[in-house]
């Protein structure tokens, strides 16, 4: 029944304008409906051009239909989010008539992607220029999700310059708690109308930042922030355990400090905004603007220990678990735990000053309980409970900088001083605990195997080997549509082991120039992509002048900024670091190369790499074999995987790493690309794939 209802769907979809029957796109729904029939989590690996969004929706959608499931569907960015909100859901229900456009459905951003209402009409409003108030007051009713990415374009239509709405978000974001329930603003709240409405939802489109805290909260005891849900669906799941890395970080830096005085002054503001409509007790209001001020000296002079002059800027581990891992000798020599005192102490002091806010309040708060109306003690009790939470986490989390739980916990320098982290280690034990064990998965990308193997993949996100899997074939003719061009063997020197070492000018040199090369045979058109910020901008500097082309380079605008001038732009070469590596999508002519500069090698070289790496030893693993190769074509895989985005484009990969011919695993990489793409030792014969104008003259 599920499948009839299935391949129904897909003829539909079939039938429309620009579709066309794909047998992968029904050999990969028909394998999802078998799952979810099963109950069984299951990996899938669809190459670009599937149209995998479609495929798993589809039968996402005849499930939730014929048994009344709830579904979450998760993508690693909020872009990619809302891509599937605006564009693939609806076309999606739209395949299933009445019963779709009837499916309940909800969009789930992260909190502070709402815009609050209160703090606009309220109070911090008035701190706002007038005329962008006003426009903001207009944008309210008119908003459908509340969200920054539906503000921007309303205020470039009115004509607001850009200048006047920098930092607009951070004024009237949703703050991490609010007195929620007692708000004036909470039946027409951006944020709780979502979370009302993805209550009864049954399927909620989100992002992978949203569902890991849900589980972390719900790990921790706490109320989530998705309902319970039957089924996980994890677009871009190769992004996922870095997602969780960052999710199960632990940070502690001025800009730390700045968010507890932020949030203490917002708790003061939301306290003075539910005492509004009546008699007000300013004694209490003076009392808790004291306390602020209290908790923001307080806080400064705890983490006085850490301004220390010698933190290197790749840091020091200052603890770690499990402490066998000490013994090391990568991990001793990268290691200050002589420092794990002065961390104590400031732990110690700032969960004091911590308490000493809270306990201070709830004081003051029964002090002047005669002061207030019910209604009156009632909101305020209300903003300070929900923001109890929030300072809760931040107090248990101070704990794992002094004993990491399986992870890692160190110092280092910063443009703005320091900053004190702790990451777990690996991820795969907690997603397995805390993820996997709640309901099954369906997790897919166009990159999680290695060498033809799940095996890297189910590893770091804590699935067992015996998972269920599915490898479709590559859609695209990348025979026809591709060419890979690599220098011949000695053309260019291997890269040197640092931006300082003695070769490292000439290895630069060499590189522009035959960079130069490519760009002037591809007309631009070029994404050249670059593992360090220090290369990149040396190979900038010695590249000979191109005036025909545009050259962007990462860090001179906003990636979003960046992306789109080289979409519009056929003349122009973008040099990117690693956010340019996965997810980035120009089609067409304008990114007809791909250049990767080097393999995309970790260098443990951060205290999580270091321990990372020896906890690989301690386990009697070869890191590089184990963790830094896979890795590494993982990461070629995704950044050849910009180049072909439709069924017409053609384009050039270029692979400049010199090691490719003379280390054993550059016929490993090789072998993971796209299969039978002619290879080219000379780039004149390459850009023949291109069709494209003649090459541009030597300037
Ligand atoms: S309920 Fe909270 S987030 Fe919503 S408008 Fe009120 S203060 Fe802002």
Redesign the pocket.
Known sequence: MLDHVINEALNRLEAREGFEARPVQRQMAAFIAECLQAGQTACIEAPTGVGKSLGALIPLIAWILAMGNRVVVSTYTNVLAEQYWRKDLPLALELFGEAGRELKTQLVMGRSRYA????IYGREGNALEPALLRFLKEWVPLAQEGIESELAPFLRRKGVPEGLTRDLWRQIA?PPA???RA?P??AS?F??RQRRAAASAQLLITNHSVVLTDALLKANGAEGLLDEYDWLLVDEAHDLPEAARSALEFELSPETLEEIIRNASSLSHQIANALEGEQRPDALLNAIAELVQILARGCHAAVAPLNMADIPSEGRIVAIAPPDLMADESVQKASRTDWLPAMQAVVESLQGELRRFYSEIKRELKHHRLQMSDRQYEAVREAVNQYASWFRNLYMGLNLLVNPVEGVSWVEATPMGWRACCQPLEVGSWLAEHLWSRQPATLMSATLTIDGSFDFFLRQVGLSEGTRTLRLPPVFDYARQCALYLPPRGALPPPPRSAHAHDAPAYYRAIAEQLAEILRATRGRALVLFTSRAEMEAVRDALPPMPQLRLMVQGDGANADLSQRFREDTESVLFGLRSFWTGFDAPGETLSCVVLVRIPFEVPVSPPQVARHALLRWRGEDPFESWTLPLAKQQVRQGVGRLIRRADDRGVICLLDARIHTRPYGKQILANLPPDIPIHSRIEDAVQVLNHAPPLDKA
């Open positions: 609050c209402i209160d703090r949703t609010c007195r929620a708000c603003h909470y709240c944020y709780y």
